[in-house]
Protein backbone atom coordinates (compact mmCIF):
# COMPACT_ATOMS: atom_id res chain seq x y z
CA UNK A 1 0.00 0.00 0.00
CA UNK A 2 1.38 3.52 -1.10
CA UNK A 3 2.00 6.13 1.45
CA UNK A 4 0.48 9.14 1.41
CA UNK A 5 2.76 12.69 1.34
CA UNK A 6 1.60 15.02 3.75
CA UNK A 7 4.10 17.42 3.17
CA UNK A 8 2.99 18.37 -0.35
CA UNK A 9 2.11 22.56 -0.76
CA UNK A 10 -0.47 21.84 -3.46
CA UNK A 11 -4.16 20.94 -3.25
CA UNK A 12 -4.34 19.47 -6.28
CA UNK A 13 -1.12 16.72 -5.77
CA UNK A 14 -2.41 15.94 -2.18
CA UNK A 15 -5.96 15.23 -3.21
CA UNK A 16 -4.30 13.01 -6.08
CA UNK A 17 -1.81 11.10 -3.35
CA UNK A 18 -4.77 10.53 -1.22
CA UNK A 19 -7.14 8.63 -4.43
CA UNK A 20 -3.67 7.05 -5.38
CA UNK A 21 -3.69 5.79 -1.82
CA UNK A 22 -7.60 4.38 -1.78
CA UNK A 23 -6.86 2.91 -4.89
CA UNK A 24 -4.51 0.93 -3.68
CA UNK A 25 -6.92 -0.53 -1.83
CA UNK A 26 -8.79 -3.69 -2.80
CA UNK A 27 -12.12 -3.01 -1.20
CA UNK A 28 -12.24 0.49 -3.70
CA UNK A 29 -10.67 -1.30 -7.29
CA UNK A 30 -12.67 0.80 -10.05
CA UNK A 31 -14.31 3.18 -8.26
CA UNK A 32 -15.14 6.26 -9.45
CA UNK A 33 -13.77 9.12 -7.04
CA UNK A 34 -15.11 11.80 -8.96
CA UNK A 35 -18.11 11.00 -10.07
CA UNK A 36 -19.09 9.88 -5.97
CA UNK A 37 -19.94 11.49 -3.21
CA UNK A 38 -16.86 10.07 -1.41
CA UNK A 39 -15.20 13.42 -3.76
CA UNK A 40 -16.15 15.37 -1.18
CA UNK A 41 -14.84 13.40 1.66
CA UNK A 42 -11.85 13.61 -0.50
CA UNK A 43 -11.80 17.59 -1.03
CA UNK A 44 -11.91 18.07 2.88
CA UNK A 45 -9.70 15.52 3.69
CA UNK A 46 -6.78 17.27 1.26
CA UNK A 47 -8.13 20.67 1.99
CA UNK A 48 -7.32 19.87 5.71
CA UNK A 49 -3.97 18.44 4.50
CA UNK A 50 -3.06 21.42 2.62
CA UNK A 51 -4.04 23.90 5.32
CA UNK A 52 -1.81 21.85 8.38
CA UNK A 53 1.15 21.39 5.92
CA UNK A 54 1.10 25.17 4.87
CA UNK A 55 0.91 26.18 8.83
CA UNK A 56 3.54 23.66 9.56
CA UNK A 57 5.61 24.84 6.98
CA UNK A 58 5.38 28.86 7.82
CA UNK A 59 6.35 27.97 11.29
CA UNK A 60 9.48 26.06 10.41
CA UNK A 61 10.40 29.04 8.04
CA UNK A 62 9.53 31.65 10.35
CA UNK A 63 11.85 30.64 13.01
CA UNK A 64 15.18 31.31 11.34
CA UNK A 65 15.95 34.92 10.29
CA UNK A 66 16.71 33.72 6.44
CA UNK A 67 13.41 32.31 5.77
CA UNK A 68 11.26 34.07 7.57
CA UNK A 69 8.63 36.57 5.90
CA UNK A 70 6.77 38.16 8.32
CA UNK A 71 7.91 41.53 9.85
CA UNK A 72 7.35 40.43 13.53
CA UNK A 73 9.21 37.46 13.25
CA UNK A 74 12.20 39.10 11.80
CA UNK A 75 12.23 41.83 14.30
CA UNK A 76 11.80 39.24 16.94
CA UNK A 77 14.86 37.03 15.72
CA UNK A 78 17.01 40.06 15.45
CA UNK A 79 16.26 41.35 18.51
CA UNK A 80 17.60 37.84 19.69
CA UNK A 81 20.95 38.83 18.84
CA UNK A 82 21.39 42.56 19.92
CA UNK A 83 19.94 44.21 16.43
CA UNK A 84 17.58 47.06 16.38
CA UNK A 85 16.33 48.02 13.43
CA UNK A 86 16.58 51.46 12.21
CA UNK A 87 13.70 53.74 12.72
CA UNK A 88 11.80 56.21 10.38
CA UNK A 89 13.69 59.25 10.64
CA UNK A 90 12.12 62.50 9.83
CA UNK A 91 13.34 64.83 6.62
CA UNK A 92 15.67 67.88 7.78
CA UNK A 93 15.57 71.27 6.34
CA UNK A 94 16.91 74.45 7.57
CA UNK A 95 15.26 78.09 7.07
CA UNK A 96 16.63 81.23 7.94
CA UNK A 97 14.37 84.06 8.97
CA UNK A 98 13.79 87.95 10.54
CA UNK A 99 11.74 89.19 13.13
CA UNK A 100 11.71 93.15 12.62
CA UNK A 101 10.98 95.83 15.01
CA UNK A 102 9.86 99.59 14.14
CA UNK A 103 11.85 102.54 15.24
CA UNK A 104 10.03 103.94 17.41
CA UNK A 105 8.76 100.41 19.09
CA UNK A 106 9.32 99.51 22.48
CA UNK A 107 11.37 96.59 21.49
CA UNK A 108 11.82 93.29 23.48
CA UNK A 109 15.22 91.81 24.81
CA UNK A 110 14.67 88.35 22.99
CA UNK A 111 11.98 86.46 21.03
CA UNK A 112 10.89 82.89 21.17
CA UNK A 113 9.99 80.60 18.56
CA UNK A 114 7.92 77.71 20.12
CA UNK A 115 8.40 74.05 20.11
CA UNK A 116 5.99 72.55 17.67
CA UNK A 117 4.53 73.64 14.06
CA UNK A 118 6.87 76.12 12.09
CA UNK A 119 6.09 75.92 8.61
CA UNK A 120 3.99 74.17 5.77
CA UNK A 121 5.26 73.88 2.68
CA UNK A 122 3.13 72.25 -0.76
CA UNK A 123 5.38 71.30 -3.42
CA UNK A 124 2.53 71.16 -6.12
CA UNK A 125 -0.98 72.35 -6.47
CA UNK A 126 -3.58 69.70 -5.38
CA UNK A 127 -0.69 67.80 -3.00
CA UNK A 128 -0.10 67.18 0.13
CA UNK A 129 0.79 69.61 2.51
CA UNK A 130 3.80 68.67 4.24
CA UNK A 131 4.23 70.55 8.22
CA UNK A 132 7.80 70.85 9.52
CA UNK A 133 8.12 71.12 13.77
CA UNK A 134 11.15 71.68 16.26
CA UNK A 135 10.93 69.67 18.80
CA UNK A 136 12.58 72.26 21.55
CA UNK A 137 11.92 76.43 21.86
CA UNK A 138 14.46 78.57 20.51
CA UNK A 139 15.50 81.99 21.94
CA UNK A 140 17.56 84.76 19.78
CA UNK A 141 18.42 88.31 21.18
CA UNK A 142 16.97 91.41 19.65
CA UNK A 143 20.03 93.70 18.16
CA UNK A 144 18.93 96.18 16.70
CA UNK A 145 15.58 96.37 15.29
CA UNK A 146 15.62 92.57 14.03
CA UNK A 147 15.70 89.32 16.01
CA UNK A 148 17.69 86.82 13.37
CA UNK A 149 16.25 82.88 13.52
CA UNK A 150 19.69 81.53 11.41
CA UNK A 151 20.00 78.08 9.52
CA UNK A 152 16.69 76.88 11.70
CA UNK A 153 16.74 73.20 11.51
CA UNK A 154 13.46 72.02 10.91
CA UNK A 155 11.80 68.25 10.94
CA UNK A 156 8.92 66.83 8.92
CA UNK A 157 6.25 65.70 10.41
CA UNK A 158 4.16 66.61 13.51
CA UNK A 159 4.83 66.30 17.46
CA UNK A 160 2.61 63.64 19.10
CA UNK A 161 2.74 63.59 23.11
CA UNK A 162 1.35 60.86 25.27
CA UNK A 163 1.37 60.06 28.58
CA UNK A 164 1.40 56.49 30.09
CA UNK A 165 0.50 55.13 33.63
CA UNK A 166 2.84 52.28 34.90
CA UNK A 167 0.94 49.60 36.96
CA UNK A 168 2.92 46.95 37.65
CA UNK A 169 -0.02 44.81 38.82
CA UNK A 170 -1.59 44.83 35.49
CA UNK A 171 -1.33 41.67 32.78
CA UNK A 172 0.85 43.58 30.69
CA UNK A 173 2.59 46.62 32.18
CA UNK A 174 4.89 47.22 29.13
CA UNK A 175 4.59 50.87 28.10
CA UNK A 176 4.04 50.56 24.18
CA UNK A 177 3.79 53.81 21.89
CA UNK A 178 0.54 54.72 20.45
CA UNK A 179 1.57 55.10 16.93
CA UNK A 180 3.93 53.87 13.86
CA UNK A 181 5.93 55.95 12.27
CA UNK A 182 7.60 57.49 14.77
CA UNK A 183 11.43 59.16 14.55
CA UNK A 184 13.05 57.77 17.54
CA UNK A 185 15.90 60.43 17.32
CA UNK A 186 13.19 62.75 18.55
CA UNK A 187 12.13 60.67 21.48
CA UNK A 188 12.01 63.37 24.66
CA UNK A 189 10.86 61.07 27.89
CA UNK A 190 10.08 62.62 31.37
CA UNK A 191 8.95 60.89 33.88
CA UNK A 192 6.63 61.99 36.86
CA UNK A 193 5.86 60.68 40.72
CA UNK A 194 2.28 60.66 39.98
CA UNK A 195 -0.49 62.26 37.56
CA UNK A 196 -0.21 65.00 40.54
CA UNK A 197 3.17 65.71 40.09
CA UNK A 198 4.62 68.67 38.27
CA UNK A 199 8.25 68.32 36.00
CA UNK A 200 9.64 65.22 36.22
CA UNK A 201 13.17 63.95 35.22
CA UNK A 202 14.27 63.59 31.75
CA UNK A 203 15.42 59.81 30.50
CA UNK A 204 18.10 59.12 28.07
CA UNK A 205 17.64 57.21 25.17
CA UNK A 206 20.50 54.61 24.82
CA UNK A 207 21.73 51.27 23.17
CA UNK A 208 24.36 49.81 25.05
CA UNK A 209 23.77 48.02 28.34
CA UNK A 210 27.06 49.42 29.67
CA UNK A 211 25.89 52.79 29.27
CA UNK A 212 23.07 52.06 32.19
CA UNK A 213 24.58 52.82 35.39
CA UNK A 214 22.80 52.05 38.55
CA UNK A 215 19.96 54.50 39.18
CA UNK A 216 20.54 56.27 35.72
CA UNK A 217 17.72 58.33 33.88
CA UNK A 218 17.85 55.56 30.99
CA UNK A 219 15.92 53.81 28.79
CA UNK A 220 15.88 51.57 25.78
CA UNK A 221 13.72 50.80 23.02
CA UNK A 222 12.46 48.21 20.97
CA UNK A 223 10.11 47.64 17.98
CA UNK A 224 7.12 45.49 17.94
CA UNK A 225 4.02 44.84 16.22
CA UNK A 226 2.66 46.74 13.94
CA UNK A 227 5.88 49.11 13.47
CA UNK A 228 5.20 50.57 17.27
CA UNK A 229 8.27 50.61 19.94
CA UNK A 230 8.07 49.73 23.57
CA UNK A 231 10.13 51.71 26.28
CA UNK A 232 12.09 49.46 28.41
CA UNK A 233 13.00 50.95 31.40
CA UNK A 234 15.79 49.60 34.17
CA UNK A 235 15.37 47.57 37.04
CA UNK A 236 18.14 49.85 39.50
CA UNK A 237 20.83 47.81 38.49
CA UNK A 238 21.23 48.47 35.01
CA UNK A 239 19.51 52.14 34.96
CA UNK A 240 16.78 53.28 37.30
CA UNK A 241 13.09 51.23 37.62
CA UNK A 242 10.14 52.55 37.39
CA UNK A 243 7.49 52.70 40.12
CA UNK A 244 4.13 51.55 40.78
CA UNK A 245 2.36 54.91 39.21
CA UNK A 246 4.55 56.91 37.84
CA UNK A 247 3.81 58.81 34.51
CA UNK A 248 5.48 58.61 31.89
CA UNK A 249 5.55 61.70 29.11
CA UNK A 250 6.03 61.22 25.95
CA UNK A 251 6.93 63.70 23.08
CA UNK A 252 8.18 62.91 19.31
CA UNK A 253 7.90 63.13 15.92
CA UNK A 254 5.57 61.36 13.92
CA UNK A 255 7.07 61.36 10.04
CA UNK A 256 6.14 60.45 6.61
CA UNK A 257 10.19 59.29 6.43
CA UNK A 258 11.83 59.12 2.83
CA UNK A 259 8.45 60.82 1.34
CA UNK A 260 9.34 64.16 3.05
CA UNK A 261 12.76 64.68 1.50
CA UNK A 262 12.99 67.00 -1.70
CA UNK A 263 10.72 70.05 -0.21
CA UNK A 264 11.69 73.26 -0.72
CA UNK A 265 9.54 76.78 -0.28
CA UNK A 266 8.29 77.32 3.06
CA UNK A 267 5.51 78.92 4.18
CA UNK A 268 5.61 80.51 8.02
CA UNK A 269 3.36 78.96 10.56
CA UNK A 270 4.80 79.01 14.04
CA UNK A 271 4.21 80.63 16.84
CA UNK A 272 6.71 83.74 18.33
CA UNK A 273 6.48 85.02 21.59
CA UNK A 274 8.70 87.73 22.84
CA UNK A 275 10.47 87.71 26.46
CA UNK A 276 7.17 88.74 28.16
CA UNK A 277 4.84 86.08 26.69
CA UNK A 278 3.14 88.54 24.16
CA UNK A 279 2.26 86.79 20.60
CA UNK A 280 4.53 87.88 17.58
CA UNK A 281 2.46 88.32 14.53
CA UNK A 282 3.78 91.14 12.55
CA UNK A 283 7.42 91.83 11.30
CA UNK A 284 8.12 88.32 10.60
CA UNK A 285 10.19 88.05 7.34
CA UNK A 286 8.98 84.80 4.43
CA UNK A 287 11.16 82.39 5.37
CA UNK A 288 14.48 81.30 3.05
CA UNK A 289 15.51 77.76 2.18
CA UNK A 290 18.82 77.28 3.06
CA UNK A 291 18.73 73.75 2.58
CA UNK A 292 16.09 71.54 1.48
CA UNK A 293 14.36 68.33 3.26
CA UNK A 294 16.97 65.44 3.14
CA UNK A 295 17.98 62.49 5.29
CA UNK A 296 14.11 61.22 5.45
CA UNK A 297 14.19 57.51 5.62
CA UNK A 298 11.95 54.88 5.69
CA UNK A 299 11.42 52.26 8.68
CA UNK A 300 14.38 49.64 8.18
CA UNK A 301 13.07 46.92 5.46
CA UNK A 302 13.38 43.34 6.49
CA UNK A 303 15.51 42.62 3.88
CA UNK A 304 18.11 44.74 5.44
CA UNK A 305 17.01 43.72 8.91
CA UNK A 306 18.25 40.29 7.79
CA UNK A 307 21.48 41.34 5.89
CA UNK A 308 22.71 43.48 8.81
CA UNK A 309 21.61 42.15 11.73
CA UNK A 310 23.91 38.86 11.02
CA UNK A 311 26.55 40.99 10.20
CA UNK A 312 26.06 43.23 13.53
CA UNK A 313 26.14 40.04 15.32
CA UNK A 314 29.35 38.91 14.36
CA UNK A 315 31.14 42.00 14.86
CA UNK A 316 30.29 41.94 18.36
CA UNK A 317 30.72 45.21 19.29
CA UNK A 318 33.91 45.87 17.98
CA UNK A 319 35.87 46.14 14.19
CA UNK A 320 39.02 44.21 13.69
CA UNK A 321 38.13 42.60 10.35
CA UNK A 322 37.08 44.98 7.34
CA UNK A 323 33.64 43.54 7.51
CA UNK A 324 33.19 44.99 10.84
CA UNK A 325 33.42 48.12 10.01
CA UNK A 326 30.67 47.81 7.05
CA UNK A 327 28.39 46.39 9.47
CA UNK A 328 28.80 48.69 12.16
CA UNK A 329 29.24 52.04 10.00
CA UNK A 330 25.61 52.05 9.14
CA UNK A 331 24.23 52.07 12.78
CA UNK A 332 26.35 55.30 13.77
CA UNK A 333 26.36 57.03 10.78
CA UNK A 334 22.54 55.93 9.00
CA UNK A 335 23.21 58.18 5.76
CA UNK A 336 25.58 55.90 4.56
CA UNK A 337 24.73 54.50 1.48
CA UNK A 338 27.17 51.87 0.31
CA UNK A 339 30.06 51.60 3.13
CA UNK A 340 33.96 49.44 2.11
CA UNK A 341 36.08 49.16 3.98
CA UNK A 342 39.92 47.57 3.35
CA UNK A 343 43.20 46.99 4.83
CA UNK A 344 46.04 48.84 4.11
CA UNK A 345 47.94 45.81 3.82
CA UNK A 346 45.78 45.66 0.46
CA UNK A 347 47.31 48.60 -0.90
CA UNK A 348 50.14 48.31 -3.47
CA UNK A 349 52.91 49.99 -1.32
CA UNK A 350 51.25 48.70 1.71
CA UNK A 351 49.77 50.82 4.86
CA UNK A 352 50.17 48.43 7.48
CA UNK A 353 47.93 49.63 10.66
CA UNK A 354 45.33 51.66 9.09
CA UNK A 355 41.74 50.92 7.99
CA UNK A 356 39.96 52.71 4.91
CA UNK A 357 36.68 52.85 5.04
CA UNK A 358 34.92 54.68 1.77
CA UNK A 359 31.66 55.66 2.00
CA UNK A 360 28.70 57.00 -0.13
CA UNK A 361 25.85 58.90 1.50
CA UNK A 362 22.27 58.62 0.40
CA UNK A 363 21.90 62.22 -0.49
CA UNK A 364 25.30 63.15 -2.11
CA UNK A 365 28.79 61.45 -3.24
CA UNK A 366 30.98 62.67 -0.72
CA UNK A 367 30.45 63.18 2.99
CA UNK A 368 31.12 66.38 4.67
CA UNK A 369 34.13 67.02 6.74
CA UNK A 370 32.24 67.49 9.83
CA UNK A 371 30.57 64.16 8.85
CA UNK A 372 33.99 62.67 8.52
CA UNK A 373 35.06 63.92 11.89
CA UNK A 374 32.12 62.31 14.05
CA UNK A 375 32.33 59.50 12.51
CA UNK A 376 35.97 59.06 12.98
CA UNK A 377 35.03 59.81 16.97
CA UNK A 378 32.33 57.22 17.25
CA UNK A 379 34.36 54.70 15.25
CA UNK A 380 37.02 54.94 17.76
CA UNK A 381 35.10 53.10 20.74
CA UNK A 382 35.21 49.84 18.44
CA UNK A 383 38.49 50.07 16.85
CA UNK A 384 41.15 47.94 18.17
CA UNK A 385 43.87 50.12 20.17
CA UNK A 386 46.66 51.12 17.62
CA UNK A 387 44.71 51.16 14.45
CA UNK A 388 44.69 54.32 12.40
CA UNK A 389 41.30 54.81 11.01
CA UNK A 390 40.55 56.61 8.05
CA UNK A 391 37.46 58.36 6.14
CA UNK A 392 37.97 58.39 2.29
CA UNK A 393 36.13 59.35 0.09
CA UNK A 394 34.23 57.25 -2.67
CA UNK A 395 35.66 57.37 -6.43
CA UNK A 396 33.45 56.82 -9.23
CA UNK A 397 34.42 54.63 -12.22
CA UNK A 398 31.49 55.66 -14.75
CA UNK A 399 30.89 53.21 -17.56
CA UNK A 400 29.76 54.55 -21.10
CA UNK A 401 28.76 52.46 -23.72
CA UNK A 402 28.64 53.30 -28.00
CA UNK A 403 26.53 51.00 -29.40
CA UNK A 404 25.61 50.67 -33.04
CA UNK A 405 21.85 48.70 -32.77
CA UNK A 406 21.08 46.90 -36.25
CA UNK A 407 17.56 46.91 -36.91
CA UNK A 408 14.81 46.01 -39.49
CA UNK A 409 12.72 49.04 -40.50
CA UNK A 410 9.60 47.30 -41.18
CA UNK A 411 9.30 45.62 -37.71
CA UNK A 412 9.46 49.53 -36.42
CA UNK A 413 8.37 52.76 -36.86
CA UNK A 414 11.56 54.40 -36.86
CA UNK A 415 15.53 54.27 -35.80
CA UNK A 416 14.32 57.27 -33.07
CA UNK A 417 11.81 54.65 -31.92
CA UNK A 418 14.14 52.23 -31.01
CA UNK A 419 17.17 54.35 -29.67
CA UNK A 420 14.43 55.43 -27.02
CA UNK A 421 13.69 51.76 -26.23
CA UNK A 422 17.41 50.96 -25.78
CA UNK A 423 18.07 53.76 -23.76
CA UNK A 424 15.05 53.08 -21.23
CA UNK A 425 16.16 49.24 -21.04
CA UNK A 426 19.71 50.53 -20.47
CA UNK A 427 18.37 53.29 -17.84
CA UNK A 428 16.94 50.29 -16.14
CA UNK A 429 20.19 48.12 -15.74
CA UNK A 430 21.85 51.17 -14.37
CA UNK A 431 19.31 51.43 -11.19
CA UNK A 432 19.80 47.40 -10.93
CA UNK A 433 21.71 45.80 -8.18
CA UNK A 434 24.37 44.56 -10.64
CA UNK A 435 25.69 48.10 -10.43
CA UNK A 436 25.80 51.01 -8.03
CA UNK A 437 27.80 49.47 -5.34
CA UNK A 438 31.42 49.00 -4.63
CA UNK A 439 32.11 45.06 -5.37
CA UNK A 440 29.66 45.11 -8.46
CA UNK A 441 30.55 44.24 -11.98
CA UNK A 442 29.32 45.57 -15.56
CA UNK A 443 28.69 42.42 -17.34
CA UNK A 444 29.19 43.05 -21.12
CA UNK A 445 27.41 40.24 -22.20
CA UNK A 446 23.76 41.56 -20.08
CA UNK A 447 23.97 44.39 -21.71
CA UNK A 448 24.27 43.37 -25.25
CA UNK A 449 21.49 40.77 -24.56
CA UNK A 450 19.26 43.44 -23.01
CA UNK A 451 20.40 45.38 -26.37
CA UNK A 452 19.48 42.58 -28.78
CA UNK A 453 15.94 41.70 -26.62
CA UNK A 454 14.88 45.23 -26.73
CA UNK A 455 12.41 44.81 -29.23
CA UNK A 456 11.76 42.13 -32.18
CA UNK A 457 13.02 44.49 -34.88
CA UNK A 458 16.75 44.34 -33.59
CA UNK A 459 18.73 42.22 -35.44
CA UNK A 460 22.54 42.71 -33.59
CA UNK A 461 24.51 45.36 -32.00
CA UNK A 462 28.19 46.38 -31.87
CA UNK A 463 28.72 47.85 -28.20
CA UNK A 464 32.04 49.28 -26.88
CA UNK A 465 32.36 50.54 -23.51
CA UNK A 466 34.93 52.89 -21.73
CA UNK A 467 35.57 53.77 -18.09
CA UNK A 468 35.60 57.42 -17.19
CA UNK A 469 36.88 59.42 -13.91
CA UNK A 470 35.76 62.70 -13.01
CA UNK A 471 39.06 64.45 -10.77
CA UNK A 472 37.42 67.30 -8.87
CA UNK A 473 40.97 69.57 -9.35
CA UNK A 474 42.40 72.25 -7.01
CA UNK A 475 42.88 75.54 -9.17
CA UNK A 476 46.15 77.53 -8.80
CA UNK A 477 47.55 75.50 -6.35
CA UNK A 478 50.38 72.78 -7.29
CA UNK A 479 48.77 69.43 -6.60
CA UNK A 480 49.69 65.39 -7.36
CA UNK A 481 46.41 63.22 -8.43
CA UNK A 482 46.06 59.66 -8.56
CA UNK A 483 43.57 58.75 -11.00
CA UNK A 484 42.82 54.89 -10.60
CA UNK A 485 40.55 52.81 -12.94
CA UNK A 486 40.78 49.85 -11.41
CA UNK A 487 40.86 47.99 -14.21
CA UNK A 488 43.78 47.37 -17.03
CA UNK A 489 43.54 50.00 -20.24
CA UNK A 490 43.65 48.47 -23.45
CA UNK A 491 46.42 50.07 -25.50
CA UNK A 492 44.30 50.86 -29.06
CA UNK A 493 46.51 52.81 -31.39
CA UNK A 494 50.33 51.96 -30.90
CA UNK A 495 51.37 54.45 -33.52
CA UNK A 496 49.16 57.80 -32.55
CA UNK A 497 49.66 56.67 -29.05
CA UNK A 498 46.05 57.96 -27.52
CA UNK A 499 45.05 55.73 -25.34
CA UNK A 500 43.43 57.78 -23.04
CA UNK A 501 41.85 61.87 -23.54
CA UNK A 502 40.49 64.04 -21.04
CA UNK A 503 38.08 67.47 -20.79
CA UNK A 504 40.06 70.46 -21.65
CA UNK A 505 41.79 72.75 -18.94
CA UNK A 506 44.64 75.37 -18.40
CA UNK A 507 47.67 74.33 -16.57
CA UNK A 508 50.58 77.59 -15.24
CA UNK A 509 52.77 78.17 -18.16
CA UNK A 510 51.13 76.56 -21.38
CA UNK A 511 48.57 79.48 -23.20
CA UNK A 512 45.29 78.08 -24.13
CA UNK A 513 43.37 74.51 -23.82
CA UNK A 514 45.23 71.43 -23.26
CA UNK A 515 44.46 68.18 -23.07
CA UNK A 516 46.13 64.54 -22.02
CA UNK A 517 47.67 62.58 -24.33
CA UNK A 518 50.05 58.97 -23.53
CA UNK A 519 52.63 57.71 -24.78
CA UNK A 520 53.26 53.99 -23.88
CA UNK A 521 56.69 52.55 -23.28
CA UNK A 522 58.04 49.23 -25.34
CA UNK A 523 57.16 46.91 -23.30
CA UNK A 524 53.60 48.77 -22.85
CA UNK A 525 52.70 48.17 -19.73
CA UNK A 526 53.64 51.86 -18.54
CA UNK A 527 53.86 55.14 -20.23
CA UNK A 528 54.26 58.72 -20.17
CA UNK A 529 51.62 61.12 -19.72
CA UNK A 530 51.54 64.55 -21.35
CA UNK A 531 49.39 67.37 -22.15
CA UNK A 532 49.04 68.95 -25.73
CA UNK A 533 46.84 71.57 -28.06
CA UNK A 534 44.62 71.35 -30.57
CA UNK A 535 46.34 73.22 -33.91
CA UNK A 536 44.04 74.87 -36.47
CA UNK A 537 43.63 71.45 -38.19
CA UNK A 538 42.82 69.67 -35.20
CA UNK A 539 46.91 68.41 -35.09
CA UNK A 540 48.04 67.81 -31.83
CA UNK A 541 51.08 70.38 -30.70
CA UNK A 542 53.03 68.26 -27.25
CA UNK A 543 53.51 70.64 -25.08
CA UNK A 544 54.83 69.09 -21.37
CA UNK A 545 55.34 65.60 -20.08
CA UNK A 546 53.11 65.90 -16.92
CA UNK A 547 53.09 62.31 -15.26
CA UNK A 548 53.13 58.54 -16.00
CA UNK A 549 50.34 55.88 -17.12
CA UNK A 550 50.65 51.92 -15.72
CA UNK A 551 48.07 49.94 -18.19
CA UNK A 552 48.33 46.76 -16.36
CA UNK A 553 46.90 48.60 -13.01
CA UNK A 554 44.61 50.76 -14.45
CA UNK A 555 46.55 53.73 -12.89
CA UNK A 556 47.39 57.91 -13.70
CA UNK A 557 49.57 59.50 -11.83
CA UNK A 558 49.68 63.65 -12.53
CA UNK A 559 52.69 65.35 -10.79
CA UNK A 560 53.44 68.96 -9.37
CA UNK A 561 50.66 70.30 -11.99
CA UNK A 562 49.34 73.57 -11.29
CA UNK A 563 45.42 73.52 -12.92
CA UNK A 564 44.09 77.30 -13.19
CA UNK A 565 40.61 76.20 -14.92
CA UNK A 566 38.51 73.73 -16.06
CA UNK A 567 36.10 73.14 -19.27
CA UNK A 568 34.07 71.02 -17.20
CA UNK A 569 32.32 71.47 -13.70
CA UNK A 570 30.78 69.16 -11.52
CA UNK A 571 28.10 70.87 -8.56
CA UNK A 572 30.18 73.82 -9.15
CA UNK A 573 33.23 71.93 -8.84
CA UNK A 574 36.11 72.24 -11.38
CA UNK A 575 36.83 68.95 -12.33
CA UNK A 576 38.76 67.30 -15.49
CA UNK A 577 36.94 63.69 -17.09
CA UNK A 578 39.83 60.76 -17.76
CA UNK A 579 38.38 58.34 -19.94
CA UNK A 580 40.10 54.80 -20.98
CA UNK A 581 38.75 51.97 -23.09
CA UNK A 582 39.31 48.81 -21.09
CA UNK A 583 41.62 45.97 -21.35
CA UNK A 584 38.16 43.32 -20.87
CA UNK A 585 34.58 44.40 -21.28
CA UNK A 586 33.70 43.34 -18.08
CA UNK A 587 34.49 46.38 -15.69
CA UNK A 588 34.91 45.75 -12.29
CA UNK A 589 34.24 48.20 -8.98
CA UNK A 590 36.94 47.18 -5.92
CA UNK A 591 37.56 48.83 -2.84
CA UNK A 592 37.01 52.49 -2.86
CA UNK A 593 35.32 52.34 -6.41
CA UNK A 594 31.57 52.77 -6.70
CA UNK A 595 30.33 51.57 -10.51
CA UNK A 596 28.05 53.07 -12.36
CA UNK A 597 27.04 52.74 -16.23
CA UNK A 598 26.15 56.63 -17.36
CA UNK A 599 23.65 56.51 -20.27
CA UNK A 600 23.62 59.93 -20.18
CA UNK A 601 27.09 60.22 -21.80
CA UNK A 602 26.28 56.59 -23.68
CA UNK A 603 25.81 56.73 -27.64
CA UNK A 604 23.05 54.80 -28.87
CA UNK A 605 22.37 54.48 -32.95
CA UNK A 606 20.26 52.72 -35.22
CA UNK A 607 21.33 51.37 -37.91
CA UNK A 608 19.60 50.00 -40.98
CA UNK A 609 20.49 46.06 -41.15
CA UNK A 610 20.55 46.86 -45.03
CA UNK A 611 20.77 42.31 -45.04
CA UNK A 612 17.69 41.23 -43.56
CA UNK A 613 16.05 44.36 -44.43
CA UNK A 614 16.02 42.81 -47.89
CA UNK A 615 17.40 46.54 -49.40
CA UNK A 616 20.86 44.48 -49.96
CA UNK A 617 20.64 40.57 -49.77
CA UNK A 618 24.27 40.18 -50.94
CA UNK A 619 25.48 42.20 -48.50
CA UNK A 620 27.95 44.17 -51.30
CA UNK A 621 27.11 47.72 -49.39
CA UNK A 622 26.91 46.08 -46.07
CA UNK A 623 28.91 48.44 -43.51
CA UNK A 624 30.33 47.01 -40.41
CA UNK A 625 30.98 49.26 -36.76
CA UNK A 626 34.49 48.82 -35.38
CA UNK A 627 34.37 46.65 -32.31
CA UNK A 628 36.97 48.70 -30.64
CA UNK A 629 36.25 52.52 -29.57
CA UNK A 630 38.36 54.61 -31.75
CA UNK A 631 40.23 57.09 -29.56
CA UNK A 632 42.66 58.24 -32.08
CA UNK A 633 39.96 59.97 -33.76
CA UNK A 634 38.63 60.84 -30.78
CA UNK A 635 41.11 63.24 -29.03
CA UNK A 636 39.52 64.63 -26.38
CA UNK A 637 35.92 64.67 -24.87
CA UNK A 638 33.18 67.20 -25.32
Partial sequence: MSLINFSNLDFTQIKKSIIDHLKSNSTFTDYDFEGSNLSVLIDTLAYNTYIASFNANMVSNEVFIDSATLRENVVSLARNIGYVPRPKRAARAAISFIVSFGEFETKPVSVTLKKGLVAVSQSNPGSTTSTFVITDDITVPVVGNTALFADTEILEGVIVEESHTYDPDVRDPRIILNNPNVDTTSLSVKVRKSSTSTGGDSFKLINNLFEAKENANVFFIQEVQDQRYELIFGDNIFGKALESGNIVDVSYVMSRGAAGNGIRGFSFAGNIVDNDGAVITEGISPLETIAPSIFGEDIESIDSIKKYSTKVYQAQSRAVTANDYEAIVPTIYPEAEIVSAYGGETLDPPEYGKVFIAIKPKYSQFMTDLDKRNLITNIRSYAVTGVDVQIVDMKFLFIEVESQVYFDPAKISSASALQSLVTDNLNSYAKSAE????????????????????????????????????????????????????????ILHEQRNYNIRSSGFTIDGI????????????????????????????????????????YIKGEIMLFNIQIESTVKNLNGSPVIEISASPESNDIIGLQDLYLQLDVSKSDINAVVDRISSGSDLSGATYIRSSSYFDFAENLIRN
Fill in 511 to 550: EGTVYLGDVPSDDANVGKVFVFRLTGNNDTQIQREVGTID
Fill in 435 to 490: MNGVGTRFKYSRVSNLIDNTHRSVESNITNVQMRRDIVTTTNATATYEICFGNPIR
